[in-house]
């Protein structure tokens, strides 16, 4: 895909940012049957607490936020988290280029993601660069978190 760029995002581009997590989350949403999760929950001021604790990057194209990652560097782990692009970018290699992308900003580090058992393209890209499965976490009947690493 042609016409556009990872750059780390402005806290200007933080509305935009999060305007795009809800609708790149909503397919997340239809896994599970609800509104009701955190990514669909999360405000402006939470957001801007990641911005100042980490890294946010974005994708741009034509002047559009069409893709995002977010991470945290703590005790050598950097831990990655929403991970977003817009339904009409997606399976054009974006998502892995972002992750790429955010393990270029902290080089030689253990990364750490999670995923939902239920999100099988989530489970494939990831493990498609590198990250392995180390645990398990069942959060209900519905809901049991995959936590992956690559070193």
Do not use: W
């Not at 980490?54 to 034509?62: D, Q, R, S």
């Amino acid at each position: 895909m042609q016409g556009f760029e990872i750059v780390k995002a402005e806290k200007s581009d933080l509305q935009e940012i999060l305007d795009l997590q809800y609708l790149a989350y909503q397919s997340e949403a239809a896994l599970f049957g609800t509104q009701d999760i955190p990514p669909l929950k999360q405000t402006i001021d939470e957001v801007i607490v990641e911005y100042n604790n980490g890294v946010i990057l974005k994708v741009e194209c034509k002047g559009q936020i069409i893709g995002s990652i977010r991470a945290k560097f703590k005790d050598n782990t950097v831990y990655i988290g929403k991970l977003m692009v817009h339904p009409q970018y997606r399976n054009k290699g974006l998502g892995k280029k972002l992750l790429k992308e955010i393990e270029s900003v902290y080089p030689n580090c253990r990364y750490e993601l999670f995923t939902s058992t239920l999100s099988i393209n989530n489970l494939r890209l990831y493990e498609s660069i590198g990250y392995k499965e180390y645990e398990r976490k069942k959060v209900n009947d519905m809901l049991t978190f995959v936590y992956l690493e690559k070193r």
